[in-house]
């Protein structure tokens, strides 16, 4: 059962997404109201210094804890749909994440559409990646939330089809999968998601995104993609989330593909609620699972 803070934070998602959801905001109407919401949630806990600037001309942030455990770095790919999203709406999360994991993380701002379609968020991340490489950053791990998340799925695939040595983990956050969004929990699930009550918004983020592209490109939604020779996966999802099954698909297919992944199922948890870090035990718990996955993954490419 979720702790009485967990409860109390799900009815506060449903009313404050239920605001924001009122009328039909605009792209940039969006990207303001979202950051203006997670603006009590950004904050970077203590034990982590934030660095903004750019890395490869795009825009980022690094989160570097005091405390290093080990070799290595995190490149982390923010959620928003490929829409929305930012370091401002992302940092607190990730800040979390590297202190917990004991190593550096790098939060990607990559090219949002509708103004920069596909393949423009792969092209930064897979970029990003390559650089951070070159620049004796590695080992790399990639962790991502939603349309991060699904992204990192789809860097993964890019980087093994251009034969570039893949990273060394996934950390998956509900990831968004399949832009068709043909899994039955759209709609079985619905009723109890505080962020996609229908499918209609993210369905025209769906369309923004892929553009000209079919929304089953497997680089546009990995669900339909090739799942041999991918990184280890650990996935965390929430029982109350519209993504739940292309999580458990995510699995089930790297799974049959050979691959090692692990997906964990937390009762009573929404879309990526591991914003709340700081505020709830189970975003605590998460994220210090997720942290803890990554560096054992950094830390075996050392041995």
């Not at 994991?101 to 792969?122: C, K, Q, S, V």
């Not at 590695?138 to 789809?154: H, K, T």
């Not at 990273?167 to 759209?186: F, M, R, S, V």
């Amino acid at each position: 059962m979720p702790s009485i803070r967990g409860r109390i934070l799900y009815q506060v998602a449903r009313l404050v997404v239920r605001r924001m959801n009122s009328g039909t905001p605009s792209v940039a109407e969006a990207r303001i109201a979202e950051e203006k919401s997670a603006a009590m949630f950004a904050k970077v806990p203590r034990g982590v210094a934030l660095e903004v600037g750019t890395y490869g001309a795009l825009p980022v942030a690094w989160l570097r804890p005091i405390k290093v455990q080990g070799p290595g770095c995190i490149l982390y790919l923010h959620g928003g749909a490929y829409v929305t999203g930012s370091i401002m709406t992302h940092k607190g999360l990730v800040a979390r994440l590297a202190r917990d994991a004991g190593t550096p993380a790098l939060l990607l701002e990559y090219r949002l559409a509708p103004e920069h379609p596909f393949p423009a968020a792969l092209d930064d991340a897979v970029a990003t990646y390559r650089q951070l490489v070159a620049d004796g950053k590695g080992p790399v791990a990639i962790a991502g939330d939603s349309a991060g998340g699904g992204l990192a799925v789809a860097t993964a695939m890019k980087l093994r089809d251009l034969d570039i040595a893949q990273p060394c983990a996934l950390a998956l956050i509900a990831p968004w999968t399949d832009l068709a969004l043909t899994n039955e929990t759209w709609r079985s699930k619905a009723a109890v998601d505080p962020y996609f009550p229908n499918t209609d918004g993210i369905s025209l983020d769906a369309a923004r995104y892929a553009a000209a592209t079919s929304l089953d490109h497997p680089l546009v939604s990995p669900h339909y993609g090739d799942m041999n020779g991918l990184p280890p996966m650990l996935i965390h999802v929430g029982d109350y989330e519209t993504l739940l099954d292309d999580a458990r698909m995510l699995a089930k297919k790297a799974g049959r593909a050979g691959g090692d992944v692990r997906i964990e199922v937390w009762p009573g948890m929404w879309h990526v609620w591991q914003i709340a870090g700081g505020w709830m035990p189970e975003a605590d718990r998460s994220i210090f699972e997720l942290a803890q996955f990554l560096r054992r993954r950094l830390d075996a490419v050392q041995h």
